[in-house]
């Protein structure tokens, strides 16, 4: 499975923006889907993650209530909605599929990876 993330870009705190990932490859099979984020000097730290069939959606602290997952399985496609964002969300935001079933909030139950789309949010 391969991923490519788009949507990153600069915003003005307050703002929004919509991050999308593309799947391709053997997509046919049942992936949970997540997104990470790494900011300036940390690691790379869970955001989201959505059930293969959308019905499970789990959220950082951190973001809920600000940010929504979604899926739109016809064009194997994940996004990430952002609202109110701040300075701290200011990273590279990664996509994620994992095979492993329930909620996995882990980086190291991820195995594909998308190659990071850059977030700066300015004050």
């Known amino acids: 499975v391969q991923l490519q993330a788009s949507g990153g870009g600069l915003v003005q705190a307050g703002g929004f923006l919509r991050l999308s990932c593309v799947a391709s490859g053997r997509t046919g099979s049942t992936y949970a889907m997540g997104w990470f984020r790494q900011g300036p000097g940390n690691g790379r730290s869970f955001i989201a993650t959505i059930s293969w069939n959308a019905a499970i959606t789990y959220y950082a602290d951190s973001v809920k209530g600000r940010f929504t997952i979604s899926t739109d399985n016809a064009k194997n496609t994940v996004y990430l909605e952002m609202n109110s964002l701040n300075s701290e969300d200011t990273a590279v935001y990664y996509c994620?599929?994992?095979?492993?079933?329930?909620?996995?909030?882990?980086?190291?139950?991820?195995?594909?990876w998308g190659q990071g789309t850059l977030v700066t949010v300015s004050s």
């Open positions: 994620a599929a994992t095979r492993y079933g329930g909620v996995q909030v882990s980086y190291g139950q991820y195995e594909y």
